[in-house]
């Protein structure tokens, strides 16, 4: 689980990334999960590894897992790549507990 701290490095690398004057989101963000969508094509499903950093206004930033900063956020929480292909888990959530919930 990240740390509040840990959230507003990951604020900041955003901005930085995406040439924003260093406003702090940090403060906004209400949830960072990391993802594994399946598609089925044809005979081989398709993966996509993302980490969705969702904000309290209702918006997110999708983070894809070829972006140094997916692996910036995996390194910070020893997120190992070899989780459940079904399940979504959460790696920040403002004022709770870490969860492990099932995917939609």
Do not use: W
Not at 79 to 98: A, W
Request: glycine residues 2%; proline residues 3%.
């Amino acid at each position: 689980m990240l740390t509040i701290d840990e959230a507003k490095q990951i604020s900041q690398q955003i901005c930085l990334e995406n040439g924003i004057a260093e406003d702090d989101l940090s403060e906004e963000i209400s949830e960072i999960v990391y993802r594994v969508d399946v598609f089925e094509c044809e005979d081989a499903p398709i993966m996509n590894r993302h980490i969705d950093i969702e904000y309290t206004f209702g918006d997110y930033c999708e983070i894809r897992a070829e972006n140094p900063l997916f692996q910036f956020i995996c390194t910070l929480c020893s997120l190992s790549l070899e989780q459940v292909e079904e399940e979504e888990l959460i790696l920040y959530q403002k004022g709770n507990i870490p969860v492990l919930r099932a995917a939609k």
